[in-house]
């Protein structure tokens, strides 16, 4: 997807509009000639359009809920932050892997939050527990924050809140390319921008609507130069015909685009494929001529909590892809921390 989202149906509640944000959005969407519709709640937006689970699945995607948050508690988001901030949830992709599938199934619509202050004064009571430690918070555990903010900007005040605060850092991921608007927000170097990443056929097979990989690099590139420490998170490492060289070519794109100053503070996560059964299941109904190997019989069955096993790659493969990685990351960018391979 080159051109930034726009919603095809907006729906508001009532509340929203209580909101400086809430009452900007509408004016918005007026303005743009969006289709707007009035729900009193987001449990109740059952009348996404659509014949059937495929259509509805699809225009879900494509309609953007403005609402209120009201659970103010965050939930953790371990290992690599104290807590998951809520600003969005939803995601306009269509990643055949995406975890959301599973997690926010019933709702697979965008949902954005306008009460921002509410929010931030909870962080902030976090933030005071743990003082003077550091707090982190995690913007994109349940949507992909970036590829929406261009309409909300609420990734942007979140940015310059974190900035402002004593003890508080921020990092999401992305697979959108439309950072422009964030290149000027006060961040003083406590956001953590990370790009996910990926050979150009997984990519191109498999993650649907979201941005090419030149263009998640050439904004990576602008960001790491307005100053945001970088990361990379190359995900979901996958096995298919010519990997080697996919993945190789990848990192080379990243080592021709990246500048001196990119390679400062810069982290790679890598993350294997991998699926639980429920997640084949979710994956074949929502992308019935998906490609993705999702064979039980090739993979190595993994426990996991709650009884929910997952199959990874066998273990001479998980060398494998552990090892090409990290001979590339050590190649092209010497003095990066590869924080984990899973
Ligand atoms: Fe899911 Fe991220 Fe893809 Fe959106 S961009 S569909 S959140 S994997």
């Known amino acids: 997807m080159i051109k930034p989202f726009m919603p095809q149906l907006v ?3 009532p509340q929203a509009l209580e909101y400086p944000l809430g009452a900007k959005l509408k ?3 007026e303005d743009l000639g969006v289709e707007i519709r009035q729900t009193t709640s987001h449990n109740q937006v059952r009348n996404i359009p659509g014949e059937n689970h495929l259509q509805k699945y699809r225009n879900a995607k494509s309609t953007l809920v403005i609402g209120v948050r009201k659970t103010l508690k965050f939930d953790t988001s371990k290992p690599s932050a104290e807590y998951a901030i809520p600003l969005a949830t939803g995601c306009m992709g269509h990643c055949q892997y995406c975890y959301l599938q599973t997690t926010m199934g019933s709702k697979p619509y965008i949902r954005t939050y306008v009460n921002l202050e509410d929010i931030f004064s ?4 976090y933030m005071n527990e743990r003082a003077p430690q550091d707090t982190r918070f995690e913007a994109s555990c349940t949507s992909d924050i970036v590829g929406i903010d261009h309409l909300t900007h609420s990734l942007k005040q979140a940015i310059e809140f974190f900035g402002n605060s004593e003890n508080g850092k921020l ?5 959108y390319h439309h950072v422009d608007h964030l290149l000027d927000a006060d961040h003083k170097g406590k956001t953590r921008f990370r790009f996910s990443i990926n050979a150009d056929y997984v990519i191109r097979n498999f993650e649907h609507g979201t941005s090419p990989l030149d263009y998640r690099i050439g904004a990576a590139a602008k960001v790491a130069d307005a100053g945001y420490p ?5 995900a979901p490492i996958y096995i298919h015909d010519g990997w080697k060289e996919g993945y190789e070519k990848m990192f080379q794109k990243l080592n021709e685009q990246l500048s001196e100053k990119a390679r400062e503070d810069l982290t790679f996560e890598l993350i294997q494929h991998r699926f639980t059964k429920p997640a084949k299941r979710v994956i074949q109904k929502n992308y019935p001529m998906t490609k993705l190997e999702l064979d039980e019989e090739k993979r190595k069955y993994k426990w996991g909590r709650y009884g929910i096993g997952k199959y990874v790659y066998q273990k001479d493969e998980q060398e494998d892809l552990k090892n090409t990685m990290q001979a590339n990351i ?5 003095e990066a921390k590869l924080e984990y391979f899973t």
């Open 11 to 13: 729906y508001i509640e």
């Open 27 to 29: 004016e918005k969407f």
């Open 122 to 125: 909870q962080a902030e009571d």
């Open 171 to 175: 990092r999401f991921v992305t697979k």
């Open 230 to 234: 970088l990361g990379f998170i190359v």
């Open 330 to 334: 050590e190649r092209y960018f010497p």
